[in-house]
C-alpha cells in the first residue's frame, strides 16, 4: 500500500472514530488505543497515546499499511476531536 493509498485507507476509521465505533477513552477519563487490543497497556494521557498513534503511523518499522492508516486516523481524532483532553 502507498502513502497516498494510506492516506486515502485513514478517511473510515476517522469517521468511525467520530461515530464512537471505537473506545478511545476509558471510565477513568484515560484514554486507550482501539486499534492495539492485545497489547498491556491500555491507559494512557492525552500526550501520551497521541505520541503513540504518531508513531505508528509515520513509520514504525514492521508495521503494516493497515495499522499505519488506523493510527494516522487516531492521531487526527485526537488533534481535532479530543484536544479538550489534552493535559495542560
Not at 494510506?6 to 469517521?15: A, S, T
Not at 465505533?21 to 497497556?41: A, E, S
Amino acid at each position: 500500500m502507498s502513502d497516498s493509498e494510506i492516506d486515502d485507507y485513514k478517511q473510515k476509521p476517522y469517521e468511525d472514530l467520530k461515530k464512537r465505533k471505537y473506545m478511545v477513552k476509558n471510565q477513568d477519563r484515560t484514554l486507550r488505543c482501539p486499534f492495539c487490543p492485545r497489547k498491556k497497556k491500555q491507559q494512557y494521557k492525552y500526550r501520551d497515546i497521541l505520541q503513540h498513534a504518531s508513531g505508528v503511523g509515520t513509520g514504525v518499522a514492521g508495521r503494516k499499511a493497515k495499522a499505519k492508516a488506523q493510527h494516522q486516523a487516531l492521531a487526527m481524532y485526537l488533534a481535532f476531536e479530543l484536544v479538550s483532553e489534552a493535559d495542560g
